[in-house]
T-cell receptor, first 109, second 115 residues
Framework: GQNIDQPTEMTATEGAIVQINCTYQTSGFNGLFWYQQHAGEAPTFLSY??LDGLEEKGRFSSFLSRSKGYSYLLLKELQMKDSASYLCAVINSNYQLIWGAGTKLIIKP | ETGVTQTPRHLVMGMTNKKSLKCEQHLGHNAMYWYKQSAKKPLELMFV???????ENNSVPSRFSPECPNSSHLFLHLHTLQPEDSALYLC??????????????FGEGSRLTVL
C-alpha cells in the first residue's frame, strides 16, 4: 500500500524552531507538497519539492530526500499564528495525491 | 480568500434528508475535487472532475452524487446519509496539465453533521 507518516501532534515555544517530519512509501514519486491548515479554515499551500534539497521561503523551509523517502518542514522564529495543522502530500507515479493525516502544531508562549 | 467558495459552511441533516453542497471557483482552473476530511485521518479524495468530466470516483457510496455543470461549479448531492458521514467536506481546484499535478486551492469546507 501507499502511506505517508507524520507525527500526530507537536508542541513548540514561541520564537523557537520546529521541524515536522514526513516519510512516505508510494508507488513512484513526482513531487511533494506541504500545506498549512488553521482550525476551521481551508488548507493553504506552503511549498512544493520535486528535487532533493532545501527550499527556503521566509521563515519556512522544506527539505526533500527522494532516496530516503523523507521530507521535513522547518519553521523558524515561531509565532503564535503558526499554530495549525501541517499536511504532507506526495504525488505518485499515476499523478495521484497521497495525503498524510497531518501534524497539529501547538505553539506556547 | 483562496478563490474557492463553498456553501453552506455548516449543515445538519437527518438520515432521510436530501441536501446539496455547492462549490465555486474563480481561478479559471480546469479541475475540481471533493475531499472528505475526518479528524486525525488523511484527506480522502472522493471525486475529481477534469474539464467537467469525472475522471475519478474512489469507491464512494452512491448516497454521494457529484455534479459538475461547468468548469467553475461543483455540487455534491447528499441523500440518506449515515452518521459516519459526518465530516468536513472540502472542495478544491487546480490547473492540470499533461503529466502534471498542480497546486490545489481549497475552499474552507462544509462541516456536515448527520443525526
Amino acid at each position: 500500500g501507499q502511506n505517508i507518516d507524520q507525527p500526530t501532534e507537536m508542541t513548540a515555544t514561541e520564537g523557537a524552531i520546529v521541524q515536522i517530519n514526513c516519510t512516505y512509501q508510494t508507488s513512484g514519486f513526482n513531487g511533494l507538497f506541504w500545506y498549512q491548515q488553521h482550525a476551521g479554515e481551508a488548507p493553504t499551500f506552503l511549498s512544493y519539492n520535486v528535487l532533493d534539497g532545501l527550499e527556503e521561503k521566509g521563515r519556512f523551509s522544506s527539505f526533500l530526500s527522494r532516496s530516503k523517502g523523507y521530507s521535513y518542514l522547518l519553521l523558524k522564529e515561531l509565532q503564535m499564528k503558526d499554530s495549525a495543522s501541517y499536511l504532507c502530500a506526495v504525488i505518485n507515479s499515476n499523478y495521484q495525491l497521497i495525503w498524510g493525516a497531518g501534524t497539529k502544531l501547538i505553539i506556547k508562549p | 480568500e483562496t478563490g474557492v467558495t463553498q456553501t453552506p459552511r455548516h449543515l445538519v441533516m437527518g438520515m432521510t434528508n436530501k441536501k446539496s453542497l455547492k462549490c465555486e471557483q474563480h481561478l479559471g482552473h480546469n479541475a475540481m475535487y471533493w475531499y472528505k476530511q475526518s479528524a486525525k485521518k488523511p484527506l480522502e479524495l472522493m471525486f475529481v472532475y477534469n474539464f467537467k468530466e469525472q475522471t475519478e470516483n474512489n469507491s464512494v457510496p452512491s448516497r454521494f452524487s457529484p455534479e459538475c455543470p461547468n468548469s467553475s461549479h461543483l455540487f455534491l448531492h447528499l441523500h440518506t446519509l449515515q452518521p459516519e458521514d459526518s465530516a468536513l467536506y472540502l472542495c478544491a481546484s487546480s490547473q492540470e496539465g499533461q503529466d502534471h499535478t498542480g497546486e490545489l486551492f481549497f475552499g474552507e469546507g462544509s462541516r456536515l453533521t448527520v443525526l
